[in-house]
Every structure is written in C-alpha cells, then in structure tokens.
C-alpha cells in the first residue's frame, strides 16, 4: 500500500546504510558523506556592512496615506493585521514606508486577492533595500518557496537540520534580514499555512530574571545544520560556505526601539557564554516557552493571490507541515538585508512601554 508519506529513499544518504541489526538508516558523518563532502560552495560568506536607513522611519506614525486605501483589520491582540480593500502592486513610496513601520509593529500583515506579479514584488522591496540572495537561492532577485508534506518527525532522525520549526530567515547572517514578503502562487485548498510568533510577546512574558540572563548572552547562530540538510535531502548546492554568528539573544528593534527575543529553534544551537548542559537547558526551556505562546500566535490560511509581509527582527514563523500533494504548493519570497542585530540596554519591552504610557510617564 502506498504511503502518504514516503521516506525519502531517494536522497538521504542514510537509506543507503540500513543496520543489519535493526533495519532501519544510520546516520552518516557529515565529512563521510560523499554529497556533502564533494560539494565546494560559489560564494565567499557575507561580510558585515551597515545598510541604508529602514524605511519604517520615514513613515507617518499615524499612517494616514496607507489606511486612506486601506482597511487595516487585527487579527489577534499580540501579532498579524490583514489589510483589506488594496492592491499592493498600486502603493506609493510613502504608503509602502506606512505599511512597513506597520510591519514593525505588528510584526507581519497580510492581503488577500492581489494582482502583483514577480516583477512589482521585486520592484517593491527593492524600495525596502538590499535584496538578499538565500543560501540555496538560483535567481537573484527571489527565492521559490515550497511546502513540506513528509514525515518530518523521522526524518529529524537522519537529518541535523529542523526544517520545520520556528525561525527568522537566515538569522545565521552577520547581516540577518529584516523584511520578507511571500507571494503564493499555487496552494492547495487546504494545508500549508503558516504561523508567526511575535518576538516582542516572547520577551515580555519571560519573568524579570530571565529577561536579564538572556539581555547578557549571545545566541549561537549556524548554518552548518541547513547546508548539510539541503545537500543531503533537498539535492541543492548552497551558494556558499556554513557559518556561525553570534548574536544579541534579546535585540533592540532599530524603529520601534522595542526588545525582542531572538533566539529560534531552527538555527540556534546554544549560547556562547554557557557551557553546553546550560545551554540546552535553556534552549528546552525556550522551545516549550516558544510552542506555549498561544497568546503571541498567528496562523495564516493561504490561497492563491495571498500575500504576507513580515518583519524577520520582531517574529518568529514556520510553515505547518501537512499531508498535501507535493509540488501543489509555490510561492516567490523575497527578502532584504538588515542591520547586525544590536541590543541596547536603554531599549524596553512592548508591555513595559504600554504600562509607561498608560501612566503618563515619559522615557
């Protein structure tokens, strides 16, 4: 009988090497590997550089020249807005400036019905900054991005990589990007969503104390686990050379000067001031806080024409695996630079700002 399912035979290098003892794959050493030992990378990694001012300070606060075109309707208190009755494709530089300090606040906002087409998309985000090129990227403008429909729970035994759980785009980067937008152009009727976290909800439930531990640590950033994954598994050739980066656990947003976590669970791997019991300590506990954070959650129905808009420094996504056939789901994201993630101590949280407001305090 055919699964639904099926193990990916055909490209893990571990179905290649079944025990005798038990039946089942065993796992190959990266360096043992002969895909991703003979695969030499393009590319030199990234170096660091400072990009153009973000375009969320150009906006309005108010925003007045964006919700004169558009219906600006909240879908939960913490995270995620659905702008209603516009086209995306016909927005202006100062309403495009608008919708991203929106971006900002509300971590990710979302259209339905839209006519944009790959070349607008590109167009657009260009205005937002420097497109960045993911690691398994083929055009330089945009990257395709699919679904997952295999069992990912067993595959997680054979792969490093935890492709499905939550993260910001590439934060592995000395440059990590600051905004993504996903365009879908094929999706099945049902399957395939996507759910983001609100970074900002994430540090503000965190108690005092473990506020102050994480303001003091580095999160440890790789992309070692993705590049040999996307060898492995996917058949792809990264564009260049794993890496780790050690960034701020909690970071000051650069526009909304809020504190947000960061710290994801598929590309950190500890803390570089811990040793390695502490660090996984932390990183269980952060995992069972980031998947019990209801309260700070977004989950987005796609449908063809759907839009999402989402900022990769106040958010946390990943896409829900689903049984749905493969290749019905294809969407075009792209992506920009932003800046080395920074952590200013003069910075507060989302909940601390609104109770300073609400008593008429000032900074």
Same mark, same amino acid.
Not at 279 to 290: E, G, P, R, V
Not at 323 to 331: E, L, P, V, W
């Given at each position: ?13 571990? +179905? ?7 039946? %089942? $794959? ?8 002969? &895909? ?24 309005? $606060? =108010? ?9 600006? /309707?909240?879908?939960? =208190?913490?995270?995620?807005? #659905? ?19 929106? /971006? ?14 790959? #070349?607008?998309?590109? #167009? ?30 067993? =595959? ?16 592995? #980067?000395?440059?990590?990007?600051? +905004? ?9 009727? /049902? ?16 108690? $005092?104390?473990?506020?102050? @531990? ?12 993705? +590049? ?8 792809? &050739? ?15 947003? $650069?526009?909304?000067? @809020? ?64 049984? +749905? ?17 920074? %952590?200013?101590?003069?910075? =507060? ?15």
């Amino acid at each position: 009988m055919a699964k639904i399912r099926p193990a990916p035979i055909e490209s893990l290098e571990a +179905y290649k090497h079944i025990s005798p003892d038990s039946g %089942y $794959p065993t796992i190959v050493h990266p360096q043992y590997n002969p &895909k991703i030992k003979a695969h030499i990378p393009p590319d030199a990694p990234h170096k660091v550089f400072t990009p153009s001012r973000d375009r969320g300070l150009y906006a309005d $606060p =108010e925003k007045k020249a964006l919700f004169a075109v558009a219906k600006p /309707v909240d879908l939960t =208190e913490s995270i995620g807005t #659905e702008l209603k009755n516009v086209q995306l494709s016909q927005l202006g530089n100062q309403q495009l400036d608008e919708l991203a300090a929106l /971006v900002n606040e509300r971590g990710v906002v979302f259209f339905r019905d839209q006519d944009l087409t790959t #070349e607008r998309q590109v #167009e657009i985000f260009e205005h937002f900054g420097i497109l960045d090129k993911h690691t398994t990227q083929k055009d330089t403008k945009h990257f395709i991005v699919r679904g997952n429909n295999a069992d990912w729970r067993t =595959e997680l035994k054979y792969t490093p990589w935890p492709m499905t759980e939550f993260h910001a785009d590439t934060s592995f #980067e000395i440059n990590p990007p600051s +905004y993504s937008l996903l365009r879908m152009e094929e999706h099945p009727e /049902v399957g395939g969503d996507t759910s983001w976290l609100s970074a900002y909800g994430l540090y503000d439930e965190l108690s $005092p104390h473990m506020q102050k @531990l994480l303001e003091g640590l580095h999160a440890i950033h790789t992309s070692r686990l993705q +590049y040999e994954t996307t060898i492995d598994y996917f058949n792809d &050739k990264p564009n260049r050379p794993p890496i780790d980066t050690h960034h701020p656990a909690v970071r000051t947003h $650069p526009v909304t000067g @809020l504190k947000a976590l960061n710290v994801n669970l598929a590309y950190c791997t500890g803390f570089a001031e811990l040793k390695k019991a502490e660090s996984d300590a932390l990183l269980q506990f952060l995992n069972l806080h980031i998947h019990s954070s209801d309260d700070h959650y977004v989950r987005w129905r796609w449908a063809v024409g759907s839009i999402a808009m989402w900022d990769n420094r106040a958010t946390l996504h990943r896409v829900i695996p689903g049984n +749905y056939a493969s290749g019905a789901r294809r969407g075009v994201r792209t992506t920009v630079f932003g800046e080395k993630p920074f %952590y200013d101590p003069k910075s =507060e949280g989302r909940q601390e700002r609104a109770e300073r407001l609400a008593d008429g305090r000032k900074v």
